[in-house]
């Protein structure tokens, strides 16, 4: 029917023509209470945002000259960051002239690859980035 004659059949009951589907050909109208569709509408876009995961980044920093023991507990703390579900950004950061060992950076960088395979898989490779040399950990699916 024309939408002329739809608004006119919506107005005649007390109620709205509501475009509920533009894309469609011939476009989709309904005559309902606008302001119960709006609370129907919000309402479904917050049940599907409680039901949405949101991921966090969480940083794990480290020195090139990290002892055992701080490096143990550093690498323990991210297993549980991954098996929350949530991403772990390893960095060492390097202070004056430590830039000039980068390959301390990149073994300790390594060795956490090989510590954390069982509980994540590697997103980005080891870079350096001005003083820090990072690696981020995804969660295994």
Do not use: W
């Not at 960088?109 to 690696?135: C, H, I, N, W």
């Amino acid at each position: 029917m024309t939408p002329q004659k739809a608004l006119e059949i919506a107005r005649s009951r007390g109620y709205d023509l509501v475009e509920v589907a533009p894309q469609a050909v011939p476009p989709v109208c309904r005559i309902i209470d606008f302001g119960k569709y709006q609370y129907e509408q919000k309402k479904r876009a917050h049940e599907a945002k409680k039901k949405q995961v949101v991921i966090e980044v969480k940083e794990i920093k480290f020195r090139p000259a990290t002892d055992e023991h701080d490096y143990n507990f550093k690498m323990k703390h991210a297993k549980e960051i991954l098996a929350d579900g949530n991403k772990v950004k390893a960095t060492v950061r390097f202070r004056g002239r430590e830039i000039t060992h980068k390959e301390l950076g990149l073994q300790l960088l390594d060795r956490l690859e090989k510590d954390l395979a069982e509980s994540g898989t590697v997103e980005f490779r080891p870079r350096l980035e001005g003083m820090q040399m990072m690696v981020v950990f995804g969660p295994k699916k």
